[in-house]
């Protein structure tokens, strides 16, 4: 991967007001400055799209859904598709992240088939695995998200070099607690390994790592080989973290 990429994860955080005061931090940090060795986006409440779109047009920061429906279309009430968040001037889609499977009972099939649906309305999914404090304790990490990547791999086909994908180990998300470098670089490993087991292409899919990243920890985790930058929760609602954090990649 020529660049790193760091996204914005806002979660159900924000206000017009909210909003408005943190774009306007983001707009002064200038993060173009950082453009040619990487990217930057903000996925934010379905809401909000279109206006934080219009407010970043021009800048070196791209936007994204924090979810999308695995459908296209029909009688689905309270669903986003993923031609509405296109249309809004959206670039990604975030699927599978630990809240969804977790709060929404979001099977592997069930983000892979959103993963899906979002490359067929020109989204690129950023697609998230990871396992629990009790799955990684009992040594079946590469167990859990080997099978989580597996269900999107076997999907998607040769799309699967399309996607990119976030390591963001549950226990690590939210709590303060960070895997080590060693750690999430070993994840990074494995995953990259899949990738090119399931598709010699899908070897240069970018890989996030997500879970408890800020700016003193950010330089060192994206130092490692296969950590081609972060999915950032927390810190990227605060605009001189985040600015920080871009940076370091």
Known sequence: MSKKLVVGNWKMHGSRAANAELLKGLLEADLSASAPRSNVAVCVPF?????????LQGSAITVGSQDVSAQA???????VSGAM???????????????????????????????????AQGLVPIVCVGETLAERE?????????????????????????????YEPVWAIGTG??????????????????????????????????GSVKPDNAAELFSQTDIDGGLIGGASLKASDFAAIARAA
């Open 47 to 55: 809401p909000y799209l279109g206006e934080v779109v219009a407010t």
């Open 73 to 79: 279309q029909g009688a689905y009430t309270g669903e």
């Open 85 to 119: 968040v296109r249309e809004f001037g959206a670039r990604y889609a975030i699927v599978g992240h630990s809240e969804r499977r977790s709060y929404h009972s979001e099977s592997d099939q069930l983000v892979a088939d959103k993963a899906k649906a979002a490359l």
């Open 138 to 166: 009992a040594d079946q990490t590469e167990a859990v998200v080997g099978r989580q990547l597996k269900a999107v791999a076997d999907t998607l086909g040769a799309d699967l070099s399309k996607v990119v994908v976030a």
């Open 177 to 210: 607690k960070t895997a080590s470098p060693a750690q999430a670089q070993a994840v990074h490993a494995f995953l990259r390994a899949q990738l090119k087991a399931a598709q010699a292409q899908a070897v240069n899919v970018p890989l996030l790592y997500g």
